[in-house]
């Protein structure tokens, strides 16, 4: 998955996925090189029906890491909020914008490492695991930093790849964390400042 992060020598091969989601279809651009390019990631998922479920009518929402922007579309097309997506790999951010203009939904689609501003009521995140415990705590901080006083950070972890250690980081944070959904070996947490 290194090619990821930096994928300007992956082939071009256009396709499309579909998944249904929130009572309603989807069918989404994707291609070579972008995370879970041929369906829609189980974590995801999970992660969107938790979010769908809890939230009520969010301001502003971040979809960090938006990949083609499956969390983007879904959540624009129920909320229609103030949203922002970005992600460092440029072809997934092509790919966002794409999809976004094809459900005629509004958002900043950019391409950036990480935050860089803004404040969020609502954050959705899905980690990038492989990038390393530090890589990954430090983007963590940055969710809590860029949320509003009130703002959540809804994210999915797997319990093995150390959801447990991610609860007790932000604990000696000092933020509120919950375990909002546990299903097949993924856990959706809930981050408050306190």
Not at 19 to 39: A, W, Y
Not at 68 to 88: A, F, K, N, P
Not at 115 to 134: A, E, M, Y
Not at 164 to 179: D, I, L, Q, W
Request: hydrophobic share 40%.
């Amino acid at each position: 998955m290194a090619h990821y992060f930096t994928n300007d020598d992956v082939k071009d091969r256009p396709f499309d996925i579909g998944f249904e989601i929130d009572g309603r279809s989807f069918t989404l651009h994707s291609n070579q090189g972008v995370f879970s390019k041929d369906k829609l990631d189980e974590g995801t998922r999970l992660l969107l029906e938790t979010v769908l479920d809890h939230e009520t009518d969010p301001r502003s929402i971040l979809d960090l890491g938006c990949g083609i922007g499956v969390v983007g579309v879904v959540l624009q097309s129920r909320y229609h909020t103030d949203m922002t997506m970005i992600d460092i790999n440029a072809r997934a951010v092509q790919l966002a914008k794409a999809n976004m203009e094809k459900y005629g939904l509004k958002a900043r689609v950019e391409a950036q490492d990480g935050i860089q501003t803004g404040v969020f009521d609502c954050i959705v995140f899905n980690p990038p695991i492989r990038i390393g415990k530090p890589a990954m705590y430090a983007l963590l901080d940055s969710c809590v930093e860029h949320l509003s006083e009130h703002g959540r950070l809804w994210l999915v972890m797997r319990k093995q790849h150390g959801a447990p250690s991610a609860v007790k980081h932000f604990e000696e944070a000092g933020c509120r964390v919950e375990r909002v959904t546990r299903d097949k070996g993924y856990w959706i947490l809930l981050v408050r400042k306190k």
